[in-house]
């Protein structure tokens, strides 16, 4: 079977934009064409990842409003809510499309606008993924981070600094990033000194409220030495969901999400998580990127909290995690998390990331939406 | 505050329309309400919403019912709590304000946990 390759990709600045959501999606599409040499006419599909702006600011039918200002009329078009995870359901859309022969091209956008909310109202409009019996309750997305850090700690035996380790980690990588809404340095002592939000877990613990998008063009991998000579391979793609009802799983420390969508990832890619060099994942809490690490077989349960303190994950280390900041640093416009993760490892394989830039020929991206409710991997291939 | 079981044992909290173990339709339910449970996890969280009490403690917690484990999330009266700890429901007719759901959509009385 002919393989998918992207052949473009382009992310605007993540941070707080006066730009609304179709002017940002515009932006990143629009550079997208040009990092691909692609005519707008070209496309056949164009997906939109985005969560959450008819909630956000009142606008929906994006995806056709796109095609509209990127010259793409004619298009197939189509919105993906994923939520916090609509990126890589993005990604797995863009791929079966082009897989499956329905495009012969096809635009990823994902993007999202929420700074103009309050931190209250932005947590609410997120929150609202929950079911009715959590939602009742006045759950967050940062309280299930504290539910399960404080859970995670407490079995493990892990410190409270580890957790620190990976925030003072991805905010040191996204000093380099050009554009990441952070950029500087923050100690563990600072983080261990910051307000609480969701006891045990501190302000630096989670990722900011982001605006901001990014794209990628999608094509068979038989026709992408036609668009560029530096292109990237979806050597695996999955998806899968855990339970909505986050305190019906039976281990909460455990993403069924990650394991799951990882497997058939790994299986597509017939790779293991050995192979891969470099990871971009979904660190919306620092309790998160350990999960991940031990839920896609980077480290044994229970040992994840270790990788960070010990430098296995920093840019220099065996398996440098969050090059590009990580959500934590870099920001998270819901639906273009997905994408720019991707956006990361496409440079980094292709030899483009800059200061960032580190060896590695395979990149595993994992985007975690809900609390893991649904998730993707995605394993990138240099070629 | 109901778990609900299907033919095979299975017990969930809240119901589904299929039971997420074995898929058959779930036909009997179990009160929560005059149980002991003991808390799983717990967090205080002080950056809430509009319409939720600041700061807002919360907890997961395991009802034993004839052997059989199930959890729910609730508040908690008290942040002053340890893992492990036993803990009661009491009830309360409003635990948040609707916030950006329709009110019309679901309930918003239930059940905070207090330590025994």
Known sequence: ?383 | MKAHRCPNDHLTYPGHERCPECGEHQTDTVSLEDRVGKVVTWTTSTATPPGVRQPNHLAIVEFDVDGQAVRALGQLTTNDVELGDDVEPVHVDRLRDPGIREEASQEWDGYRFRPV
């Open chain 1, 1 to 383: 079977m002919d393989r998918v390759a992207v052949v473009g990709a382009s992310m605007t600045r993540f941070g707080e934009r006066g730009a609304w959501l179709r002017d940002l999606l515009a932006e990143a599409g629009d550079a997208c064409l040009d990092d691909a040499g692609v005519e707008p006419g070209e496309v056949d599909h164009l997906y939109v990842s985005n969560m959450a702006s008819g909630e956000f600011e009142g606008q929906t039918g994006v995806p056709n409003m796109l095609a509209h200002d990127l010259g793409m009329i004619g298009a197939y078009t189509q919105r993906v809510d994923q939520t916090s995870s609509s990126g890589g359901a993005g990604i797995y859309a863009a791929w079966q499309s082009v897989a499956s022969g329905a495009s012969d091209l096809t635009m990823l956008v994902g993007g999202e606008k929420m700074t103009h909310r309050s931190t209250g109202e932005a947590t609410d409009v997120i929150a609202s993924l929950t079911h009715p019996v959590e939602y009742k309750h006045g759950v967050t997305l940062p309280s299930f981070a504290g539910l399960t850090a404080r859970l995670y700690l407490d079995e493990y035996d892990a410190p409270r600094e580890s957790l620190a380790a990976v925030a003072a980690k991805n905010h040191k990588n996204g000093v380099d990033n050009p554009h990441a809404q952070f950029r500087k340095e923050v100690s563990e002592q600072e983080i261990l000194d910051s307000p609480i939000v969701a006891d045990p877990l501190r302000l630096y613990d989670f990722c900011p409220i982001t605006d901001g998008s990014a794209a990628l063009m999608f094509c068979p991998e038989s026709v992408a030495a036609e668009y560029t000579d530096d292109y990237t391979v979806v050597a695996g793609v999955g998806g899968a969901t855990d339970t909505h009802v986050v305190h019906e799983r039976e281990d909460p420390t455990t993403m069924g999400g990650v394991v799951d969508s990882s497997a058939d990832a790994y299986e597509m890619a017939d790779m293991g998580p050995e192979d891969v060099d470099v990871a971009e994942l979904h660190d919306m809490f620092t309790i998160l990127e350990v999960l991940q690490l031990e839920d896609l077989g980077f480290a044994e349960k229970g040992e994840g909290w270790r990788l960070a303190p010990d430098g296995v994950t920093t840019r220099d280390g065996d398996l440098p995690v969050n090059t590009s900041g990580g959500l934590k640093s870099k920001g998270h416009p819901l639906g273009a998390s997905g994408v720019a993760q991707a956006y990361e490892l496409h440079q980094q394989l292709t030899g483009e990331a800059g200061k960032r830039q580190v060896d590695a020929d395979v990149g595993l991206a994992c985007n975690v939406g809900g609390f893991g409710n649904c998730v993707t991997t995605t394993i990138l291939e240099a070629q």
